[in-house]
């Protein structure tokens, strides 16, 4: 496709705001705009004018627990300006009203946080397979070698998913350059039946499965393609025992959520 | 929320100290526009489950990139309520085909056929739009609703045109043609 007609590059911009650019043309536009001052600021132009019809809503209160989940997730995920070992910006306050937010609390680094990743993998690799994992279908996460733990890739996505109603999370972190996917379950599993559960990644194209999650301990998972972007979106769905028979998702949605790039 | 508290100078500030670790900040941020966000999250995902894990990973987000808003990059409300809507785009790129296959016992799951209120009903008629509720008024019907149904309910050209019981292509002509017109007005 041809980018240099300005009227064109105006449309593109205005349906990839829009939402209605899609697929492979919408990855394109968006590897132009990364270069492309001209299509950047179309882009940021819908999206500024557009942003009216947004703000144009009545404002709705979001339940407490959002917060509260928050408040767990920032103090494991520190942004990604900050660089390793800073202060906290401001001194700690006394913690106020339930709803107006945290003290600051120590700056936790995101290596920090993959080197305990990498303890609890060595704490667990005795653990075994999953109890999900008979008759597997697709591939199974499986409990890593210590080599593996050891190396350490460019580049990593990390994401917590939590499974609603219950306190069964992964933390998971994806290494494209390793192809590799790393789940570590904790909380309880509820009892969900006799069911595997799959862990997807969407794309473009729709998911691809990227194998079963393990329920106890830790488990890798081959990563079938290559990624780029600041971000993945993860979705973990209820399938048949040793998952889904069809390659894409054919049971419910449980949880999903971003794979945010942090190294 | 009071409007001083979304003032877009405090706005800025909060989003710099965010970037730079500090939770308090934005703990006031999320104070000052998850109300905002979590609006429109509502509006467009219909369920509140699908907008509460939404608004978390829109916050999540902002959270981790909040240093890459630069005040050139439009009022900070408008950056978020930019996040929080492509988010928004992608979960409902992923779930909706869930949508039309609901399991037992699920929460009534939203089907093309029972939107309800049109969506461009209220929102059109509220304040605050300005120039951009201007500029809708120059557009034919089809064009406008065909905008506002791919703004609000984020549908792609497909489920446009089941929406509007149209033919493909004439649905991609009416957004088409009505960006173009929006384009035009509110460049004036």
């Known amino acids: ?263 | 929320m009071s409007s001083a508290n979304a003032d877009p100078e405090r706005l800025i500030r909060l989003l710099a100290e965010t970037g730079a670790g500090n939770q308090r900040a934005f703990a006031q941020l999320y104070q000052a526009c998850s109300s905002h966000l979590y609006a429109l999250l509502l509006r467009m995902l219909k369920r509140r489950d699908w907008a509460d894990e939404a608004l978390q990973d829109c916050f999540l987000r902002v959270w981790q990139k909040a240093d890459t808003y630069a005040p050139e990059k439009g009022a900070p409300l408008t950056w978020l309520l930019t996040v929080a809507r492509y988010r928004a785009l992608d979960l409902l790129r992923m779930k909706r085909p869930e949508v039309e296959m609901p399991e037992e016992g699920e929460e009534a799951p939203m089907t093309f056929a029972d939107l309800g209120q049109s969506p461009e009903d209220g929102a059109v008629e509220r304040e605050g739009m300005g120039m951009l509720r201007e500029c809708m008024k120059d557009l034919q019907d089809e064009q406008k609703r065909s905008v506002l149904l791919a703004y609000y309910e984020g549908y792609t050209h497909q489920e446009l045109a089941r929406q509007m019981n149209a033919p493909l292509g004439t649905v991609k002509s009416w957004v088409r043609r009505g960006l173009s017109r929006l384009r035009e007005c509110l460049d004036r």
């Open chain 1, 1 to 263: 496709m041809r980018y240099d007609n300005a009227k064109l590059r105006q449309m593109l911009a205005a349906e990839y705001v829009l939402g209605t650019l899609r697929g492979r043309a919408r990855r394109r536009f968006e590897r132009l705009a990364k270069t492309d001052a001209a299509a950047q600021a179309e882009i940021r132009f819908w999206e500024t004018r557009l942003a009216g019809l947004a703000s144009s809503l009545v404002p709705q209160t979001p339940p407490p627990a959002i917060w509260q989940n928050l408040e767990q997730q920032i103090d494991t995920n520190p942004p990604s300006g900050v660089t390793p070992i800073r202060k906290p910006v401001t001194a700690a306050l006394p913690k106020q009203a339930a709803n107006s937010g945290p003290p600051p609390a120590p700056m936790w680094r995101i290596l920090a946080g993959l080197a305990t990743a990498a303890a609890v993998v060595l704490a667990v690799m005795v653990g075994g397979r999953s109890p999900l994992s008979e008759k597997a279908a697709v591939p199974v996460a499986a409990a890593p070698a210590p080599a593996q733990v050891a190396t350490a890739a460019a580049t990593v996505y990390v994401s917590l998913l939590k499974l609603p109603e219950s306190t069964m999370q992964w933390t998971l972190s994806v290494r494209p350059e390793a192809d590799e996917v790393k789940a570590v379950a904790s909380g309880e599993y509820p009892a969900l039946g006799q069911h595997s559960l799959e862990l997807w990644l969407i794309t473009d194209a729709g998911p691809v499965s990227l194998g079963l999650l393990p329920t106890t301990g830790t488990g890798t998972m081959k990563m079938p393609l290559r990624v780029k972007g600041d971000q993945l979106t993860l979705a973990v769905s209820l399938e048949p025992v040793g998952g889904s028979p069809t390659g894409q998702p054919t049971g419910p949605v449980l949880t999903s959520g971003p794979a945010i790039k942090a190294v």
